[in-house]
C-alpha cells in the first residue's frame, strides 16, 4: 500500500504546541498531557485503530565503530555548520502549555466505529494487516448494521494480542522452557483425517447437506419390510454413489496433505546442541533452542534473531510463502546479542513475548540479557515458511514452534460464498417437495378408497388375502394392518417411489460442471497477464454463476485502476515548482552536463533530473532555498524502510563500494512510492546504499554522509505521516518527516509568518498535482535539542518495550517530536492507469453495470483519475459531500436531494428533524430548499427538469458520520439516483460498509476488486471477490473468489464467462427439474392405473440408472461447452450482459413453464405406449423396458433442442447416452435372476415399439416446439437476436469463401 494512502479514516491527529517560551519540565508535564494540544481547525481521529505496520525498533546505542571521513570538509558538512532553517537552541515546549490553547468546544474523537466524546475513549488496539475496528462500550449497538459486517468485524476482533500473560522463553534452555510451560512442538498438522476418523469425520460434514439426509430417511424407510418398493441394496446406490464420490475426493485431498505433512516435518536444519549445531529434523525442534538457518533456506519455525554473518545484524528475507509479497525485507538483530553470536558466546537469557496469534504484521516482546532490558519488534523476528536471503547465515531463538506459529494460525480458509441461484434453487426445491407430498396423498388416499371399497373382497384378492397359495399349497400369511395403517404404509411407500423428485445428482453435476468452467477460464488466453506471468485464478468454485448477474462494481484505485508502479515526477520545494519531463532534448544533455562529475549509479529505473534543480543542489547551496533542497532530499533518501541491494559489490566496506566502475543498485521496499522516493533521490545524487539497524549511508555527488539512526516512527493510518531521527556526523540531531498534507499542514510551525506564502504556494503546488492525477506527500524536518532528544529517546524506549499497547504509546512518543516542523516541500508521484481500463470501464457501463471506485487516495487525485478512466464525463453534474458533522452531512444529502430531484422516502421528514436536533454549529439549509417545495421535489413530479447524469463523490469524513448515523437510507437513496460514485479518503471497514449498504439495501449483486491488504474486507463482504496480482503482494488474492493480472480482465470475465456462466447453470438446474419430474409423473400415472399400489413396471436398477447414468453425462457436457453467443459478439454489444440482470435464464416464470411442459410429457410418456399396445398381451415388464429407453430419448432429444452450439463431444455425448441406455437394458435383461428377463430382445422385433418411440418424441416436444417458434418470431429476445445475426454473418462468410473458390478453380 502507498504511504499517502490512509487506511483508517479521514481525520488526523494535529499538534500545534504553544510557541511561548517556556521552561523543560520532564519528568511532570509528560505525564499530564503527552499528546499535546489539540488543533481548533483539523478533526480529531480516534488513537484507537490499528496501524498497519509496527515501528522497528532501531538500537539506540550502536557499536562502537569509527566511521572515518575523508579529509577535507565535504557538501554535506558545509550545510551542516551552517545556519539551519530551524532556530538553534529553542527549547522543548511543555506539554502542560498544551493547556493553555484555546479548548475546542464540544470535542469530539472520530473513527470508523463513530462519534464519542474524548472524555468516555474505551481503547482497544486490533491487530491486523489491513482493518482495524474500534469499539466505544458508551455508544449503544446499531441494529442497522448487517450481520455480515458484523461478522467482518468479529473476524478483526480475533487477532487481538493478549500481553496479560506472557509467554517466557529461555534462550538456549528448551528443557526449561517447555517442562514449565508445556509449549507445543515443532510438527505440524494440515490434514482433516486421520484412518480412525475418517469414515465417521467425513460423513458427519457430507450430512450438512439437508438433500443427504433426506435420501437416508428414504433409504431407510425402504429396509422396513412393508415399505419395500425397490430392493433393499438398490435404494441405498444412489446415496452410496455420491457419498463414495465425494469420499474418494475428500480422501485424496487429505492424503496429499498428510504427505505434505511428512515431508515437511521429517526437514532437518541445524540445532545448537552440546556446544555444537547438529542436525535435527523439523517436528523434533522445541520452544527455547537455538537455530541456525543458511542462506536460502526455510524458516523451520518463528525465531527471534540473534544473530547473523552481517556485523550489523542485519538479515533479509523472503516473505512469499507467507504473505505472496517477493520483494526483500530486512530483520534485524540486536547488537547486544550479534556481539555475543560473533564472538562464539554462548547466550543465555528470557524472551518475554506475546502470546501466539495470527498478526504476522506485529510482534511485541523484549529481551532479558545479563540484567539488561531491550526491546524486540517485528523487525527482530523471522516467521515460519519464509526463505533467508542474501544472507548467508542467521541464529535465532525459537519462540513459536508449530502450531503456534503465525503461518499455521494464518492456514484457516475463509468461509465459501453461495451463489444466488442456488439460493433461488432451494425456493424450487420446495415447490418440487410440495408436489412430491401431493402425489403422495393421492396415492394414499387413493389406496385407502380402493380398500375401503373393495374391502369385503380382500380375502379373495391377491397380496390382501389372509393366505395365498404357492405351487397348489398353502403358503404362508400375508401381513395386513388394516386400512388406517395400509393407507399410512401407501404414503411412505409413494414417497420412496418418487424420491427422485428431488433431484441429489443435481448438486454433483453442478459440481462437475462448475469444475469444468473453472477449468476453461482459467485457460483463456486473453486472461492471461505476460508482464506478471500471472494467469486467471478460481479460487471458488461456487458462485460461477454469479458472474453472470453483477450490477454494482466497488474498485480500489491504486494497483487496480492504475499500474502501482510510481514514477517520481514533480517536486515543489520552498515554493518553487520543479518539472521531471522535458519537451526538448537540450534541457535533458543541460542536466546531464550538471551531473557529469557526481559519481554514477546504474539505477534500475532512469529518471532524467531537472537541470534547473540539479543546478540549485550542487552550485547554489548558500541560500534558504538551496539549504531546503539539500534536507528535501536527504529526507527523501533517509525517511523510508526501503532496502538498498548491490548487486556487484566484491569489495567490503563502502570505500571499495563508492570507488571503480558503477555499482548497480536495486531498492526493495514494502511500498512502491517509497521506492520511487529513493530513487528519484538517487537521480539528484543523494543514493541511499547501505542500512543496518542503527546507521545508514548516502552518498552525496560522490561523498558519503553516516548518519546514525536513533529511532524511526513508520508511517500508520492514524498519523498518515513518518518520521525518522538522525544523527548528523556533526552531532546535530534532527527529525525529518514525511506524509499526507492533510496531516502534515497541521504540525508545521505556525509562528513564522515569513514562510506563510510558502505554505500557501505549496498548498497551490499540490492541487495542482492532485488535479493532474499524480499522488503526493509532504516533506518537513526540525532540529532537536538535547533535552527534546533526552525525553523522546526516554519515551521512545518505553514504547518499544511495553508489551500492551505499544502502538498507541509509540504514536504518543512520536507526537513529542512531530510538531513545529518546517515545510521543506512536497512530492508529486505518478500512477498511470493500467492498459485498457478506459474501455472496460464503458463496456461495464454500457452492460448496465454501475462502476464505484473506492479509494485513499485525495479528493482531487480520485477525480482526476475518474475523468482519464472515462468514468467521469464532462456532462456530469458533480455532487461532492465533504462534511465534517452529522447536521453538515444531513444538510449536503439533503440539499443535493432536493437539488436533483432524487426521491426518497426519508427526505420529507428531515427538515422538521433537523430543526428539532438542531446544535450551535449547525449550518441553516438555504431557504429554497426549505420551502414547502422540497417535499414535492422529492415526491418526484414528472415535471421537474432534468439535470443529466450526477456523479456522486463523497469523502471518508463524511462517511463516519453517515455509516453510523440516520442517513444510511439518504446516501443509498442518493447513490443509486447516480451513474457514478467516488468515495475518497476511505478507511478499510468503510468499504466493506459501502458494499454492505448495497448488499443490505437491494437485491443487486456486488463485486469488489482490489489488490492490497486495505481491500481484503471489501472483498470479503461483497457477493464476489476479485484479487488483482499486483505490486502489493498477494493478500487481496488470498482473500479473494477469482484472481486476475489486470482490471481489464474484468470486462471478459463478466460480459463472456459471466454470461456464458450464468446461461449455462439457469438451464442446467431447470433441465434437471424437468428430467426427473417427467420421469416421476409418469411412475404417478402408472401408480393411479394400478390401483395405487405403488408397484413399479421398471427395474430397480433402471429407476436407479436413470439419474446417475442414462441423462447425467449429456446434461454435464452441455453445461461446460454449450455456448448461446460468441465472445467476440458478447464483446461487441455489452448491453447483452443485462440478461443475466433480468434473469432471463432462470426465473419462476420458466420454472412454472417447464412444469407444466413436463407435466404434457409424462401424459404422452404414459398414454402413448397404453394406446398403442392397448389389444396386445404385453407384459408389464415390457411395457416398462419401454417407458425406460422412451423417456431417456426423450429428454435427451429435448436437451438437443436447446443446444446453440453443437461440437463432437456434444453429440458424443447426447447419443452415446441413448446408446449406453440400451447396452445397460440388453445387460439387465439378459440377467435370468431378473424378472424382466429376455423383454428387449422380444420388444425391438415389434413395429409398435419403435412406433410408440418416436411418437412420444414428437407428440412430446410438439408443444415446445410450436412455442418455441412463436417465440422467437414476434416475441425474440436480445440474444436470439443476436444469434441469429452470428448465423447471418456465418452464412455471408462461407458464400464469399466459396465464391473465391469457385473463381480460384474457374
Not at 438 to 461: N, S, Y
Not at 505 to 526: A, K, P
Not at 924 to 947: I, R, V, Y
Request: glycine share 6%; with cysteine.
Amino acid at each position: 500500500m502507498s504511504s499517502d494512502k490512509p487506511l483508517l479514516s479521514q481525520f488526523e491527529p494535529s499538534y500545534a504546541p504553544n510557541p511561548q517560551p517556556h521552561h523543560h519540565r520532564r519528568h511532570s508535564s509528560l505525564k499530564n498531557n503527552p499528546l499535546g494540544c489539540l488543533s481548533e481547525t483539523t478533526p480529531i481521529s480516534s488513537w484507537v485503530a490499528h496501524d498497519t505496520q509496527n515501528c522497528e525498533a532501531y538500537n539506540l546505542k550502536e557499536s562502537e565503530e569509527n566511521f572515518a571521513l575523508g579529509e577535507g570538509k565535504t557538501i554535506a558538512e558545509n550545510f551542516l555548520e551552517r545556519p539551519t532553517l530551524q532556530p538553534a537552541g529553542k527549547e522543548f515546549w511543555s506539554a502542560e502549555l498544551h493547556k493553555q490553547c484555546p479548548p475546542r468546544e464540544r470535542k469530539r474523537l472520530v473513527s470508523w466505529g463513530g462519534v464519542m466524546d474524548l472524555r468516555h475513549l474505551k481503547a482497544l488496539e486490533i491487530s491486523g494487516a489491513s482493518s482495524s475496528r474500534v469499539q466505544d462500550l458508551n455508544r449503544p449497538q446499531t441494529s442497522r448494521r448487517s450481520e455480515r459486517f458484523l461478522q467482518i468485524s468479529m473476524q478483526l476482533e480475533e487477532n487481538i494480542p493478549h500481553h496479560d500473560n506472557p509467554r517466557l522463553i529461555h534462550i538456549n534452555d528448551p528443557k526449561k522452557t517447555n517442562d514449565k510451560f508445556g509449549f507445543s512442538g515443532n510438527e505440524i498438522r494440515t490434514s482433516k483425517y486421520t484412518l480412525l476418523n475418517f469414515l465417521p469425520k467425513n460423513l458427519f460434514i457430507q450430512f450438512h447437506r439437508v438433500a443427504y439426509l433426506y435420501f437416508l430417511a428414504i433409504a431407510a424407510l425402504n429396509q422396513l419390510p412393508p415399505l419395500a418398493v425397490f430392493g433393499r441394496t438398490v435404494s441405498l446406490f444412489p446415496l452410496l454413489f455420491v457419498l463414495t464420490v465425494t469420499a474418494v475426493k475428500d480422501g485424496y485431498e487429505d492424503w496429499r496433505r498428510h504427505r505434505s505433512d511428512r515431508n515437511e516435518n521429517n526437514r532437518e536444519t541445524l540445532v545448537f546442541q552440546l556446544n555444537e549445531f547438529h542436525p535435527k529434523r523439523w517436528k523434533k525442534i522445541q520452544a527455547g533452542e537455538v537455530v541456525k538457518i543458511s542462506s536460502d533456506e526455510t524458516i523451520p519455525c518463528d525465531m527471534v534473531l540473534l544473530g547473523t554473518n552481517d556485523s550489523s545484524g542485519i538479515a533479509y528475507i523472503q516473505t512469499m510463502n507467507l504473505d505472496g509479497e517477493s520483494n526483500l525485507k530486512t530483520r534485524y538483530a540486536r547488537q547486544e546479542t550479534n556481539k555475543l553470536v560473533l564472538e562464539g558466546t554462548t547466550i543465555s537469557g528470557v524472551v518475554r513475548c506475546e502470546q501466539p496469534n495470527r498478526n504476522i504484521y506485529e510482534f511485541m516482546a523484549n529481551m532479558e540479557l545479563k540484567g539488561q532490558r531491550f526491546p524486540l519488534s517485528q523487525s527482530n523476528i523471522i516467521l515460519r515458511g519464509c526463505q533467508l536471503k542474501n544472507t548467508e547465515w542467521a541464529i535465532g531463538v525459537v519462540v513459536y514452534a508449530g502450531q503456534d506459529t503465525k503461518a499455521m494460525l494464518n492456514s484457516a480458509m475463509s468461509s465459501s460464498k453461495r451463489s444466488r441461484l442456488e439460493t433461488y434453487m432451494n425456493r424450487e426445491t420446495i415447490w418440487l417437495s410440495v408436489f412430491l407430498l401431493i402425489m403422495c396423498v393421492v396415492v394414499a388416499l387413493g389406496m385407502g378408497l380402493w380398500l375401503k371399497r373393495h374391502e369385503t373382497q380382500l380375502d379373495t384378492l391377491p397380496y390382501y388375502r389372509k393366505i395365498y397359495f404357492q405351487k397348489g399349497k398353502e403358503g404362508k400369511k400375508y401381513k395386513y394392518y388394516g386400512i388406517p395403517m395400509e393407507t399410512f404404509f401407501s404414503l411412505l411407500s409413494s414417497i420412496i417411489v418418487f424420491q427422485i423428485m428431488i433431484p441429489i445428482s443435481l448438486y454433483i453435476t453442478m459440481e462437475l460442471v462448475r469444475l469444468g468452467q473453472s477449468y476453461f477460464m482459467i485457460g483463456d488466453q486473453h486472461m492471461y497477464d505476460s508482464s506478471s506471468n500471472s494467469r486467471f485464478q478460481c479460487r471458488s468454485l461456487n458462485i460461477n454463476e454469479d458472474l453472470g448477474q453483477i450490477r454494482y462494481v466497488f474498485s480500489d484505485k491504486t494497483g487496480t485502476l492504475t499500474e502501482n508502479k510510481m514514477e517520481f515526477r514533480k517536486a515543489s520545494i520552498w515554493g518553487k515548482n520543479y518539472d521531471n519531463s522535458y519537451p526538448d532534448a537540450d534541457a535533458s544533455l543541460e542536466a546531464k552536463d550538471v551531473t557529469v562529475d557526481r559519481r554514477k549509479w546504474k539505477l534500475k529505473s532512469e529518471i532524467t533530473p531537472d537541470p534547473e534543480l540539479m543546478k540549485l543542489l550542487y552550485k547554489d547551496l548558500s541560500g534558504e532555498e538551496g539549504v531546503a533542497a539539500h534536507e528535501f532530499f536527504l529526507t527523501l533518501a533517509s525517511c523510508n524502510t526501503v532496502i538498498p541491494i548491490l548487486t556487484e559489490s566484491s569489495s567490503s566496506g563502502c570505500d571499495g563500494v563508492l570507488g571503480g566502475s558503477p555499482v548497480s543498485i536495486d531498492y526493495q521496499g514494502e511500498s512502491p512510492d517509497e521506492q520511487a522516493l529513493v530513487a528519484a533521490a538517487s537521480a539528484y545524487g543523494y543514493t541511499l546504499f547501505e542500512r543496518t539497524s542503527g546507521h545508514i549511508v548516502i552518498d552525496v555527488n560522490g561523498e558519503k554522509i553516516r548518519l546514525e539512526v536513533l529511532g524511526l516512527h513508520e508511517f500508520d493510518s492514524v498519523r498518515k505521516r513518518m518520521s525518522v531521527v538522525i544523527r548528523f556526523p556533526n552531532h546535530t540531531i534532527k527529525v525529518l518527516v514525511k506524509g499526507a498534507d492533510t496531516s502534515m499542514f497541521s504540525i508545521l510551525d505556525n509562528d513564522r509568518p515569513a514562510e506563510d506564502h510558502i505554505r500557501h504556494v505549496t498548498q497551490v503546488h499540490l492541487n495542482d498535482y492532485s488535479s493532474e492525477g499524480l499522488r503526493t506527500l509532504v516533506l518537513a524536518s526540525r532540529n532537536l535539542t538535547g533535552e527534546e532528544l533526552a525525553e523522546w529517546q526516554h519515551r521512545y524506549e518505553d514504547a518499544c518495550t511495553s508489551l500492551t499497547d505499544r502502538s498507541v504509546k509509540l504514536r504518543q512518543t512520536a507526537a513529542l517530536i512531530e510538531c513545529n516542523l518546517t515545510l521543506l516541500g512536497a512530492t508529486a508521484i505518478e500512477d498511470k492507469l493500467q492498459e485498457g481500463v478506459p474501455e472496460a470501464i464503458e463496456s461495464l457501463r454500457q452492460a448496465g453495470i454501475k462502476v464505484w471506485i473506492l479509494t485513499g487516495d485525495k479528493q482531487e487525485t480520485a477525480i482526476s483519475i475518474g475523468l482519464s478512466c472515462r468514468l467521469l464525463t464532462a456532462d456530469m453534474n458533480q455532487i461532492i459531500i465533504n462534511g465534517n458533522s452529522e447536521n453538515e452531512c444531513r444538510k449536503l444529502l439533503c440539499d443535493a436531494m432536493a437539488k436533483y430531484n432524487v426521491n426518497s422516502t426519508s427526505c420529507s421528514s428531515q427538515i422538521t428533524k433537523l430543526r428539532r436536533k438542531a446544535e450551535p454549529d449547525y449550518l441553516e439549509l438555504p431557504s429554497q430548499t426549505k420551502s414547502s417545495s422540497m417535499p414535492q421535489q422529492c415526491a418526484g413530479e414528472e415535471d421537474t427538469p432534468n439535470f443529466g447524469p450526477l456523479a456522486l463523490i463523497i469523502d471518508g469524513n463524511s462517511l463516519v458520520y453517515i455509516l453510523e448515523r440516520d442517513l444510511e437510507s439518504e446516501l443509498f437513496d442518493l447513490a443509486t439516483s447516480c451513474r457514478v460514485v467516488l468515495c475518497c479518503r476511505v478507511a478499510p471497514l468503510q468499504k466493506a460498509g459501502i458494499v454492505d449498504l448495497i448488499k443490505g439495501r437491494t437485491d443487486e449483486m456486488t463485486l469488489a476488486i482490489g489488490d492490497g491488504a486495505n481491500d481484503v474486507s471489501m472483498i470479503q463482504m461483497a457477493d464476489v471477490g476479485v484479487g488483482i496480482c499486483g505490486q502489493e503482494g498477494r493478500q487481496a488474492v488470498m482473500a479473494s473468489d477469482f484472481a486476475m493480472g489486470q482490471f481489464r480482465f474484468l470486462k471478459r470475465l463478466l460480459l463472456v464467462h459471466g454470461h456464458w456462466n450464468y446461461q449455462r447453470i439457469g438451464y442446467l438446474v431447470l433441465y434437471n427439474f424437468y428430467r426427473n419430474a417427467v420421469f416421476v409423473l409418469m411412475l404417478f400415472w402408472y401408480i393411479l392405473c394400478t390401483a395405487f399400489s405403488t408397484t413399479s413396471a421398471l427395474t430397480d436398477w433402471s429407476s436407479v440408472f436413470y439419474s446417475v447414468i442414462y441423462t447425467s453425462v449429456p446434461t454435464i457436457v452441455v453445461g461446460v461447452l454449450d455456448k448461446n453467443l460468441s465472445d467476440k459478439t458478447l464483446l461487441k454489444y455489452p448491453k447483452l450482459y443485462a440478461a443475466g440482470h433480468r434473469q432471463e435464464s432462470y426465473n419462476m416464470s420458466l420454472f412454472w413453464i417447464t412444469m407444466v411442459d413436463t407435466l404434457w410429457q409424462s401424459l404422452v410418456l404414459f398414454y402413448v405406449p397404453l394406446f398403442n399396445y392397448r389389444e396386445s398381451t404385453i407384459d408389464i415388464w415390457s411395457m416398462g423396458s419401454l417407458w425406460t429407453i422412451a423417456v431417456v430419448i426423450l429428454v435427451n432429444v429435448h436437451l438437443a433442442m436447446d443446444i446453440q452450439r453443437w461440437v463432437f463431444v456434444t453429440h458424443l455425448a447426447i447419443w452415446g447416452s441413448i446408446i449406453v441406455t440400451y447396452g445397460c437394458m440388453v445387460v439387465l435383461d439378459s440377467i435370468p435372476a431378473f424378472p424382466n428377463y429376455g423383454t428387449i430382445y422380444h420388444l425391438v422385433k415389434s413395429p409398435a415399439y419403435w412406433l410408440s418411440i418416436l411418437l412420444i418424441t414428437v407428440i412430446g416436444l410438439l408443444p415446445r416446439f410450436i412455442f418455441k417458434v412463436f417465440h422467437q418470431t414476434f416475441w425474440p429476445s436480445d440474444i436470439q437476436i443476436a444469434r441469429e445475426g452470428e448465423i447471418l454473418r456465418r452464412r455471408r462468410r462461407r458464400r464469399h469463401i466459396g465464391s473465391k473458390t469457385d473463381e480460384v478453380s474457374s
